[in-house]
């Protein structure tokens, strides 16, 4: 399964610390996204890096890609409480993107 | 420019009924997709239709179907309803559907099923 699976499924940080959430997946891909999503909302595109690329930036995020080691990180510099929220990877292959379970993050103010 | 419009936003059916859920993509986007969002499997995807046409399925029984209409407005159904139907359903409009896109979801439909 192309199916990204992200770690931890849950982390909880003080507002002005980094958080960092890892993805793996099994399969080769075209490129790896990653979505946020508020309780209860639909999904909202953060980032795409492609699989030739090692790193993208956006802001206070900051993507990697491994691409021999199967997996990618998103890490968000100096949280803020509105940045609580469930993060999802996205692996894009020959199939409609798969999603992970997803990373609840919870920013305390 | 709109966005991705679900309605409704929370539905309440009993078993063994059906349900239809309508999803207006953003204007121009071709490629609307769908899934079904629960506590424990995550993110699943249904079926992608674009330009009318179902492109991709997901590994749901036949009582999970939908259609594109020629404006791109798409809709899902799920008949003979079960428990376990209950969740969020989501759907995501893009540009082609292409492996390069992003895509750009709506707010979803609650479905509850008792």
């Known amino acids: 399964s192309q199916q990204g699976e992200e770690d931890p499924q849950a982390l909880s940080i003080q507002e002005g610390e980094n958080a960092t959430m890892n993805c793996s997946y099994k399969?080769?891909?075209?490129?790896l996204q990653w979505y946020r999503q508020n309780s209860g909302r639909g999904l909202v595109h953060l980032i795409l890096i492609r699989s030739n690329e090692r790193e993208k930036h956006s802001g206070r995020l900051r993507v990697t890609l491994d691409t021999s080691k199967k997996s990618s990180s998103l890490l968000i510099t100096a949280s803020r409480a509105a940045d609580t929220a469930s993060y999802f990877c996205a692996v894009s292959g020959n199939t409609p993107l798969v999603f992970g379970k997803g990373t609840r993050l919870s920013v305390i103010a | 420019k709109a966005g991705v419009t679900q309605t409704p936003r929370y539905l309440i059916k009993t078993r063994g009924q059906q349900v239809t859920l309508s999803c207006s993509p953003i204007?121009?986007?071709?490629?609307v997709s769908w899934y079904q969002q629960t506590p424990g499997q995550g993110l699943q995807f249904l079926f992608e239709?674009?330009?009318?046409?179902?492109?991709n399925k997901g590994n749901f029984p036949g009582r999970f179907s939908g259609r594109q209409f020629s404006n791109s407005r798409s809709e899902m159904n799920v008949s003979t309803l079960e428990l376990g139907d209950s969740a969020l359903y989501l759907c995501?409009?893009?540009?082609?559907?292409?492996?390069?896109?992003?895509?750009?979801f709506g707010s979803g439909t609650q479905l509850s099923v008792l």
């Open positions: 399969t080769s891909i075209n490129n």
């Open positions: 239709y674009f330009s009318e046409t179902q492109r």
């Open positions: 204007s121009g986007h071709r490629s």
């Open positions: 995501a409009s893009s540009s082609r559907g292409g492996v390069e896109e992003k895509l750009f």
